[in-house]
Structure formats: C-alpha cells, structure tokens
C-alpha cells in the first residue's frame, strides 16, 4: 500500500522559510521521481519541483527557482522542500508526487503553506 505523507507546512511572514517533508512508503522509493505540486484557491495544481531517482537532476517551476531546493534522501525514503523567501503568491496546498518504475502516480493528501504578514 503506497503512502505518501507530508508534513511541515504553516503560516509563515513574507520572506521567511519552511521546510516541507514527505515520507514515502510502499514502493521502490530510490526508483521513483518525487515530485512537489501546488494548489492555490481557485487554481489548478501546478508543478513546483521533481527530483529523479537518486537525486541528481531536478527541476523547478520558473516562479520558485532559486528560491527553493527539493531534495531527497533514498535512505529515509523521504523527498523534502526548503523554501526561502517565501511570498504570498506561494499560498497554496502543498502536495507531494510519488511517479513509480512502474509509471503508476501517487498523490499525499496535502499540506497547506500560507504566506502573510
């Protein structure tokens, strides 16, 4: 049974960081691309960063570059967020992707980041 739980999110003021966590469970997870999406109100979900496999390549949405890193540790069976310099545009809910060897996808249930002063 797959699981993808994720944790850390909260209130936080403009410019300030959070660190978000994902634990994964249920699937070959050093094979697997994780994946960190969001979804404001009212919006669709939108990709915000990928880390394949053992972690070497990644890949960021545009909004987020420079200003958060995924990272990952295969050990753990954990994918994490940090984010720096966060603003209010990154209000959403905060989801992690699991896409398996086996091209099945995986969603957690969300957790919410809110960015205001």
């Known amino acids: 049974q797959v699981q993808l739980v994720e944790s850390g999110g909260g209130l936080v003021q403009p410019g300030g960081s959070l660190r978000l966590s994902c634990a994964a469970s249920g699937f070959t997870f050093s094979r697997a691309a994780m994946s960190w999406y969001r979804q404001a109100p009212g919006k669709e979900r939108d990709f915000v960063a990928s880390?394949?496999?053992?972690?070497?390549?990644?890949n960021y949405a545009a909004s987020v570059k420079g200003r958060f890193t995924i990272s990952r540790d295969n050990a753990k069976n954990e994918v994490y967020l940090q984010m720096n310099g966060l603003e209010p545009e990154d209000t959403a809910v905060y989801y992690c992707?699991?896409?398996?060897?086996?091209?099945?996808?995986?969603w957690g249930q969300g957790t919410q980041v809110t960015v205001a002063s």
């Open positions: 992707n699991a896409q398996t060897e086996n091209d099945y996808d995986y």
């Open positions: 880390s394949f496999r053992a972690g070497a390549k990644t």
